[in-house]
């Protein structure tokens, strides 16, 4: 009796782990197949793995707004936070989803996984395709969706929509002091005594990564151009980084820090410590991406008039810049559905996704965005990029570079950190990044994406 | 009797053999499978890579990075090590020795970080060393010592003592619960008669619990470096990333960041490698100079 006990006993405990194996549910994942049948599209499943983040509900809404208009296709769908942690090893299992959006190119390279050949030539999608209220992609897509997008030609990640990234400020705030956002880098500087005054620290940026995009990246468009950004960050040109723009870019950061403006606590704090700061009116500024009304959502005082402007620095063109990132959706070349993924696109681009994308602090790269139609959707912080896309004064750099060459973007953050706390000269930081520049250009492992042949 | 034996050795195979698969599934053909990819450029994502001989240690020897990260390991395994196991050692000795009635207090609070989620430990001492929001330069200001206020994981000076703080937190604990059950294995008996010939606390810690708890340091001690290699990824990653610029690194931290944000895997490999044997090299000589000479 007391072998047959312990037999049983081994064999719960055996089918009890090889059941852990087989369990496939969370409670992210929804697997539904939608009301009536009426007519057929070629396709009856769809599987998503899509980040959500700062876009809280916008994916789901997306879904949602699919099985409206494909009614009986089966959409399983994870949408949480932790997808980006999840890619790598579902694309490198059998188990593929059909449509991936990837936030962080820091855990999965979306790039390194085209060269890889793990992704689908999507450019089918824009010669051919039409939206799913009948538009033509090729003729509504803006080329700039297009362009940085190529890998060897092909086209990996339609760049629909695009999220935006400048220095958001509380216009209420600088409203009762009698402030104006400056729109350069004199007029920070004499700004910032007063706001010092009244216990607002005038710049700072709430983590390393934000303070590489938002302050030097774009600091060098401001500087000198779009081509001083490129030569620097993209194309790794030789002595870019000893140009007049980086030079003027660091020396701007090493007199602000030395005048006492910059806050340097920042260092040691999180960007979610720093961005409730921000809300209580200790921080004039702060850079961020377009997700951020939706990510501080319930958390941003009644009378907060969140806004956002450019960095507050020009130069040769005249023109202020933002940073811009298009939102990176893979198809996976051993996808299932592909054609189910082309129609989730074309739902993203229909004038009903534009309005969803919208409520996210998105923007499709489209050619006749109907901006008086999205006005609604926008809050006000927003309408303001929007207007600037329009605009021939304000400039957009690309931030693809960090998805090209993480060790070029690790060299920046460290420099700027050591710029910030002293440790080397603003001479000494553009003589550190053209070397880690060269190291990068000299390093075959590295795949290139310059604009010309070198 | 030689069916007996025979039931018996099935049954204890019946328990055995389905953890043993798991284990060399999940556990050792991984293992093997390192020192192959180590050898290789894979990026973790295709199945077309090449074998690169030692071109990866080659690499590593020459990678000022990494030598920086390695520099910071050596350094939580000397400050570390000191202090770790001396309060683990004195906490023992206090909480099976002394009359103290609240020994079993003690006991529970020095082990709670074991028991804690390190993620949920790493966020909360981020706040505790936030400059304007923690706790710590808070009792600065309040004790008027504002000049020793500091920006804790934000400065190159300081960040390194703030993470070996919070290791040292969440380790002591786990070091306490083995000194304790060995203190506790030793005879009364001898402590009775080292107290007859006059011996008094110290001595007979010196002469009676040291020596007696040597097998339990030796253990420990691998335990320890493992932590200090393995362990402290957590802390380093959550709270700081290996930063400011660098200054709080860690092989691990390095090794997770040339895997996932580089995507070198097969770099990364032979930093796990590189590990691996220098793990194995000081418990080696650690267990050789600790052996007893007959």
């Known amino acids: ?454 | 009797m030689k069916n007996d034996l025979a039931k018996k050795k099935a049954l204890f195979a019946a328990f055995v053999i389905p953890s043993l698969a798991l284990y060399i599934y999940f556990v050792l053909v991984p293992f093997g499978q390192t020192f192959y990819y180590c050898m290789t450029d894979w990026n973790g994502m295709t199945k077309n890579y090449h074998f690169i001989g030692f071109d990866n240690f080659r690499k590593l020897f020459q990678d000022n990075e990494f030598w920086n990260a390695f520099f910071h390991n050596i350094k939580y395994c000397v400050y570390g090590g000191v202090i770790i196991f001396s309060m683990a050692i004195f906490n023992a000795v206090i909480v099976t020795q002394s009359n103290l009635k609240e020994k079993n207090f003690y006991r529970i609070l020095f082990y709670v970080p074991n028991i804690l989620s390190p993620v949920i430990i790493c966020v909360i001492w981020s706040f505790i060393f936030s400059p304007n929001w923690g706790v710590l330069n808070s009792i600065l200001r309040f004790l008027h010592l504002d000049s020793l206020q500091r920006v804790w994981i934000g400065d190159k000076s300081t960040v390194f003592g703030a993470l070996l703080t919070v290791w040292v937190w969440c380790s002591i604990g786990f070091y306490m619960l083995l000194y304790i059950a060995a203190i506790e294995g030793i005879p009364k008996d001898v402590f009775e008669a080292a107290e007859i010939d006059g011996a008094g606390p110290w001595n007979q810690f010196w002469h009676v619990t040291f020596p007696l708890i040597k097998e339990t340091t030796k253990t420990s001690l691998v335990f320890f470096f493992m932590n200090a290699f393995g362990g402290i990824f957590s802390i380093v990653h959550v709270m700081t990333n290996g930063g400011p610029s660098g200054s709080s690194d860690v092989l691990t931290n390095y090794m997770y960041n040339e895997a996932f944000k580089s995507s070198r895997f097969g770099y990364a490999t032979a930093i796990g490698v590189f590990m691996i044997l220098v793990i194995s090299l000081v418990s080696g000589i650690m267990f050789a100079l600790t052996r007893d000479k007959d």
């Open chain 1, 1 to 454: 009796m007391k072998k047959l006990l312990s037999i049983l006993l081994v064999s719960a405990m055996v089918v009890s782990l090889a059941a852990c194996g087989l369990q496939t549910s969370s409670p992210a994942v929804s697997t539904e197949a939608s009301g009536e049948e009426s007519e057929k599209p070629a396709f009856d499943k769809l599987e998503l793995l899509m980040f959500t983040g700062g876009y809280g509900d916008m994916w789901q809404e997306m879904v949602d707004l699919f099985k409206k208009t494909y009614p009986g296709v089966e959409v399983t769908a994870e949408l949480n936070s932790e997808t980006d942690d999840k890619v790598r090893a579902r694309l490198m299992s059998d188990d593929v989803p059909d449509l991936i959006y990837v936030s962080d190119s820091t855990k999965f390279n979306q790039f390194e996984a085209a060269q890889s050949g793990m992704l689908r030539d999507m450019s089918d999608f824009i010669e051919n395709d039409v939206t799913s209220d009948g538009r033509k992609v090729s003729e509504i897509l803006n080329p700039s969706a297009i362009d940085n997008m190529k890998v060897g030609g092909k086209l990996y990640f339609p760049g629909i929509f695009s999220e935006y990234f400048g220095w958001f400020y509380n216009e209420k705030l600088y409203q009762d002091n009698g402030w104006e956002f400056p729109k350069n880098w004199e007029e920070l500087n004499k700004l910032a005594p007063a706001m010092l005054e009244k216990g607002v620290e005038p710049f700072v940026y709430q983590h390393v990564i934000y303070g590489a995009r938002g302050y030097v990246m774009t600091g060098l468009a401001a500087v000198g151009g779009e081509d001083a950004y490129r030569a620097a960050c993209i194309d790794l040109e030789e002595g870019a980084w000893n140009g007049e723009a980086a030079h003027t870019v660091a020396n701007n950061l090493n007199d602000l820090v030395k005048s006492g403006y910059f806050m340097t606590e920042a260092l040691g704090m999180d960007f979610t410590q720093l961005q409730v700061d921000f809300m209580n009116n200790k921080l004039a500024m702060i850079p961020c991406g377009t997700w951020l009304e939706k990510e501080m959502e319930g958390y941003i005082p009644e009378d907060f008039k969140l806004r956002i402007a450019p960095l507050p620095m020009t130069g040769k063109d005249g023109k202020h810049y933002y940073s811009a990132d298009q939102n990176k959706l893979i198809v996976p070349e051993a996808a299932k559905n592909v054609e189910a993924a082309k129609a989730f696109l074309g739902v993203m681009l229909s004038k009903e996704g534009q309005k969803i994308a919208a409520k996210y602090g998105n923007i499709p790269i489209v050619n006749d965005m109907d901006t008086e139609s999205l006005k609604e959707y926008f809050s006000d912080s927003m309408l303001s990029i929007v207007e600037a896309t329009q605009s021939n004064d304000l400039g957009f750099v690309n931030n693809i570079a960090y998805a090209w060459y993480p060790d070029l973007m690790d060299a920046i953050m460290n420099n700027l950190t050591d710029l910030v706390l002293g440790e080397i000269t603003p001479d000494e930081f553009c003589t550190k990044m053209e070397e880690a520049t060269k190291s990068v250009r000299e390093d075959s492992s590295i795949a290139k994406y310059y604009t010309y042949e070198h």
